[in-house]
């Protein structure tokens, strides 16, 4: 792979309108603004991150991560980019490598839009709906892929399709994001046969042509697969997305878990002044101690740790890049940074794990968005593949419209249920279930 080839402003959908505008902003600005006043992003804030929404102390949501995981990524990629340029100085495409900030910046953007309400606990409620629920009577009427798709449901993937599908009354191309910036949200770039154990995969089948097409354009390398399944080696910049990612959840949730007093703060200081040895972490803990209030003091060990963390995987980018595009890196850049930042790094990982993860408040959390999700997959699937019935009838008059219920197969009907429950944030969801079940009445 080439970035001459990697770094692209033609536009998903709107290819026939390709021209190059002189302007301030570029292209992949644009990318960034159009996310930043669309729907599915302002929705974010409402959808749980780990912690329950609201409550009396600000903890993060999907919004709020989305914006921080933007900042941290935009600053990895400007790192990049400035070595970048003196390595390629030479090359009559070196201007384009001035644009990797601004791709990176839209694509933590946009990395989460296609997850589902109540966390990662969402994803997996719509995958076990097929698998284990009550849609595992349609196995049989589905094709192998599309069976895959979704006894594996990945935000990933939906995030994807919501940026590139033409819904119902919407313009070709979704949101006609540059392929630059597509390219750089596919984490796993590969078809859902190839999910696994772990159930990652990044396009649907409906959006198959879709990724061959970016794909194929940006020069990505295509790797073999024996039975037919579609598999590509990473664009280079998702590694920078999905590096800006782990810092920002892993960090950050350390940090609501000790506004949340799930974690002390002499747990939280030994872990963060961990990232750090002799003077350095000497200096660290004088500026801490020069204020008194706790939350500050983390705040500022916070900020310590992701700007090193940044560093360090802007270095470990750079040490790779010719692996990487050669199609033959196949780790994360936290796992190849200097030996001491990584185990600080794991420690943390660790301890999220044993403590934060498992705390009751996350747990309950999860619980009950399995239980509202569950419910309502049952119903709206119930509805589009029933839609005489009266019960149905009253039910998909809720859906909005933009979602083709009235597709011609199962495979589009079922999607259309999962694009509206994907898109719900906590609190619709809630209030949905709450009125399905007679519990929640219009005032009158």
């Known amino acids: 792979m080439n970035w001459d080839s990697l770094i692209s402003d033609k536009r998903f959908g709107l290819e026939d309108y390709h021209n190059d505008r002189a302007g301030e902003r570029s292209d992949f600005r644009r990318d960034y603004d159009r996310l930043v006043f669309s729907s599915p992003f302002r929705r974010l804030q409402n959808k749980t991150q780990v912690f329950p929404l609201p409550g009396s102390i600000f903890v993060h949501n999907r919004l709020t991560h989305s914006i921080e995981v933007s900042c941290v990524g935009k600053s990895m990629a ?7 340029k003196r390595k390629y100085a030479a090359e009559p495409w070196v201007s384009k490598l001035d644009n990797l900030g601004d791709i990176v910046a839209a694509a933590c953007l946009a990395h989460d839009l296609g997850n589902p309400p109540f966390g990662h606990s969402g994803e997996k409620a719509i995958g076990t709906f097929f698998s284990e629920g009550a849609g595992r009577c349609l196995s049989g009427s589905l094709t192998r892929n599309q069976w895959a798709d979704l006894t594996n449901f990945e935000g990933n993937a939906n995030a994807f399709r919501l940026l590139t599908h033409q819904f119902r009354g919407r313009r070709p191309g979704g949101f006609a994001m540059t392929y630059s910036a597509l390219a750089s949200i596919v984490k796993y770039p590969y078809d859902s046969t190839l999910a696994g154990e772990k159930g990652k995969f990044g396009f649907f089948d409906s959006e198959r042509d879709s990724f061959i097409r970016v794909a194929s354009h940006l020069g990505m390398k295509r790797l073999p697969s024996a039975d037919g399944s579609i598999r590509y080696a990473r664009h280079p910049l998702v590694y ?6 782990d810092i920002c959840y892993e960090i950050m949730d350390i940090e609501d878990a000790h506004k949340l007093k799930i974690l002390t703060t002499d747990e939280v200081k030994t872990l963060l002044l961990g990232y750090f040895e002799g ?3 000497q200096r660290r803990a004088d500026i801490m101690n020069r204020v008194s209030d706790p939350n500050e003091q983390i705040s500022y060990l916070r900020s310590c740790v992701i ?29 190849v940074i200097t030996e001491h930042e990584r ?3 794991e420690r943390c990982n660790a301890l999220s794990w044993d403590k ?5 408040d996350v ?3 999860e619980l009950a968005g399995n239980r509202i999700i569950t419910f309502l997959m049952e119903k709206l699937t119930e509805a589009v593949r029933f839609p005489d019935l009266n019960y149905s009838r009253l ?4 859906i909005p419209s933009q979602y083709d219920v009235d597709a011609p197969g199962l495979y589009g009907k079922i999607q259309a249920v999962v694009d509206h429950m994907s898109a719900m944030t906590d609190v619709y969801a809630l209030d949905l279930y709450r009125k399905l079940n007679g519990m929640s009445l219009p005032a009158v």
């Open 78 to 84: 400007d790192s990049v980019s400035a070595v970048l």
């Open 240 to 245: 920078i997305v999905e590096a800006a990612d």
């Open 279 to 281: 003077d350095v972490r």
């Open 307 to 335: 700007g090193t963390l940044v560093d360090r995987c802007a270095e470990a980018f750079i040490a790779n890049e010719e692996a990487i595009l050669e199609g033959e890196f196949d780790t994360q850049l936290l796992r």
């Open 343 to 345: 185990a600080a790094y």
């Open 356 to 360: 934060i993860y498992s705390a009751p």
């Open 363 to 365: 747990v309950d959390i």
């Open 395 to 398: 039910l998909l008059s809720k």
